[in-house]
């Protein structure tokens, strides 16, 4: 399975970005799929996943503010990332797990200034 992430960017504390991931080379759909982040000098942690029934998890630094969301006929995900702060400052990875199989994107660069 191979994962294309895209829409990060740089924007100032208290804007918005939203980050997509589309899984491709599978006639499956993924059981679940999240986003990663990870920060200089700090491991990578687990932002947001969704199921393909459409339950969701977030981490709590990031509840209330982002939204994880997926279209199964694309096998996409998407984060919506409001009231962005610089703590939000990581390389963020999408996942996607097809019966216990973890396949990771590239990684796309979301930095927030204060």
């Known amino acids: 399975v191979q994962l294309q992430a895209s829409g990060g960017g740089q924007v100032q504390a208290g804007g918005s970005l939203r980050l997509s991931c589309a899984a491709s080379?599978?006639?499956?759909?993924?059981?679940?799929m999240s986003w990663y982040r990870q920060a200089p000098g700090k491991q990578r942690e687990l932002v947001a996943g969704i199921f393909s029934g459409g339950s969701t998890n977030y981490a709590d630094s990031v509840k209330g503010r982002f939204a994880i969301s997926r279209d199964n006929a694309k096998n996409a995900v998407y984060l919506q990332m409001n009231s962005l702060k610089p703590e939000d400052t990581a390389v963020y990875y999408c996942?996607?797990?097809?019966?216990?199989?973890?396949?990771w994107g590239q990684g796309t660069q979301v930095t927030v200034s204060s």
């Open positions: 080379g599978s006639i499956l759909s993924p059981n679940y």
């Open positions: 996942n996607a797990v097809i019966y216990g199989l973890s396949s």
